[in-house]
């Protein structure tokens, strides 16, 4: 089955600058990669994703970027800001009624 | 509308009991699943369905059984609650012609 690397699992940045989490995945056969964004005690909120005949997607302040060859993609948050403090969490899935598989999750710590 | 619903919201049970979960969602979402969260380890699949009458196992499906009567409900059951499904079970539904999944509040549940 799918296996999800994430990387690192604590990410420390000054309030303003910007971070970046990274995912590697095992099956090639997944094309379906989503970022979801989780506050203590809350549910996880998707807050991107990108399949995989897109290499880069933005929103905003945050950009996915996917390299398939390499099965890694990467999650970009620029300018950050004391709410972007909380746990992102990456996942990979074939796509239809596939379940996700998720990374183990990074807790990113806004500092002002 | 309410989006995806869990009851209950907490539970502690004793080992060797039973209970059931229940997820509902007014999306009219054909796909839906349930994950358990352990503390340091991202979501994992338990079961999964495809639609009303139809489930399948995902990643830890042990201890674990599931039903669909209705296509907005999706139920969990432990038989026989043992203190290793401690954790928080998120329900997550999709409509099948997207891939993004959207979550429920969680469940937190104690096996004593």
């Known amino acids: 089955g799918e296996n999800v690397e994430q990387h690192p699992s604590t990410l420390s940045v000054q309030e303003g600058d910007s971070a970046v989490i990274k995912c590697t995945y095992s099956?090639?056969?997944?094309?379906?990669f989503p970022w979801y964004k989780q506050e203590l005690g809350k549910r996880p909120q998707l807050i991107i994703d990108i399949r995989s005949n897109v290499g880069e997607k933005k929103d905003q302040r945050i950009a996915v970027t996917l390299n398939k060859t390499a099965k890694h993609f990467s999650l970009h948050i620029t300018e950050t800001q004391p709410e972007d403090s909380a746990v992102y969490f990456c996942a990979a899935s074939r796509g239809g009624a596939d379940g996700l598989t998720f990374g183990k999750g990074t807790h990113l710590i806004i500092q002002p | 509308n309410a989006g995806v619903t869990q009851t209950p919201k907490f539970r502690v049970l004793k080992t060797g009991q039973s209970m059931t979960l229940l997820c509902a969602q007014d999306m009219n979402h054909e796909y839906m699943y349930w994950y358990r969260q352990d503390p340091g380890m991202g979501l994992r699949l338990i079961h999964y369905?495809?639609?009303?009458?139809?489930?399948a196992k995902g990643e830890v499906p042990d201890g674990y059984n599931v039903s669909r009567l209705k296509k907005q409900n999706f139920l969990l059951g432990l038989e026989s609650a043992a203190p290793s499904q401690t954790s928080v079970y998120f329900c997550a539904s999709s409509y099948a012609r997207t891939y993004e999944q959207y979550f429920g509040p969680g469940t937190r549940l104690t096996v004593t």
């Open positions: 099956d090639s056969a997944s094309n379906y």
């Open positions: 369905s495809v639609g009303e009458g139809t489930t």
